[in-house]
């Protein structure tokens, strides 16, 4: 059964500074992984995915990456801003028929 | 385009209640999911619906039903309502042919 996890918990970081959130999945032969963003209160936003062919996806300030064969993802956050301050989720797909399996998420506060 | 809509935001109910979470999506989506959000246990799937006429079970399905009354809609039941069901519900679309969920604001359900 994939597990995914994702650490640390919580994270407190000054404005400016670049950060990387880590995932890590129990089965490698997974057939896509996605990063989300949650605000308080708010339902999920899809920020990156990547497919398991690739091994980075960009968007702006957020670089994703992906090493299958270490079951690994970070999300890299350049200069980060009170703007990014939200909980960051990962979830891994097995097969094109299987649903995603979430991890518990990455609280991060961006202070001014 | 308002995207993914649920209704109620907020529901209370006495334990053994029943009420229906209602979701609905505006983008043609073949693909509609229910999610549970609990503290300490990130998303799990409750059901899914590939597609109109179809549905499937997920991680947690004891205790709830769904309805695909059409291709923009996907019901959530739940018959007997009981304490263990409080928790934050999140309905969720995408198309077969992209992998990116779009979620709903969610509804928050207490089950006194």
């Known amino acids: 059964k994939q597990e995914v996890t994702q650490i640390p918990a919580a994270l407190s970081v000054p404005e400016g500074e670049n950060l990387v959130l880590n995932c890590s999945f129990t089965d490698s032969a997974i057939y896509n992984l996605q990063w989300f963003r949650q605000d308080p209160g708010k339902g999920l936003t899809s920020l990156l995915l990547i497919q398991s062919s690739q091994r980075e996806q960009t968007s702006g300030r957020l670089n994703a990456s992906l090493d299958k064969s270490s079951g690994r993802s970070t999300l890299y956050i350049a200069a980060s801003q009170p703007g990014d301050s939200a909980t960051y989720l990962c979830a891994v797909k097995n097969s094109g028929n299987t649903p995603l399996v979430f991890g518990k998420g990455t609280r991060l506060s961006v202070i001014a | 385009n308002a995207g993914v809509t649920q209704t109620p935001k907020f529901q209370v109910l006495k334990t053994g209640q029943s009420m229906t979470l209602q979701c609905a999506q505006d983008m043609n989506h073949n693909s509609m999911y229910w999610y549970r959000q609990d503290p300490g246990m990130g998303l799990r799937l409750i059901y899914y619906?590939?597609?109109?006429?179809?549905?499937d079970k997920g991680e947690v399905p004891n205790g709830y039903n769904v309805s695909r009354l059409n291709k923009r809609e996907f019901s959530l039941r739940l018959e007997s309502a009981a304490p263990s069901q409080t928790s934050v519900y999140f309905c969720?679309?995408?198309?077969?042919?992209?992998?990116?969920?779009?979620f709903g604001p969610g509804t928050r359900l207490l089950v006194l």
């Open positions: 969720a679309s995408r198309t077969e042919y992209q992998e990116t969920q779009y």
């Open positions: 619906s590939a597609s109109e006429g179809t549905t």
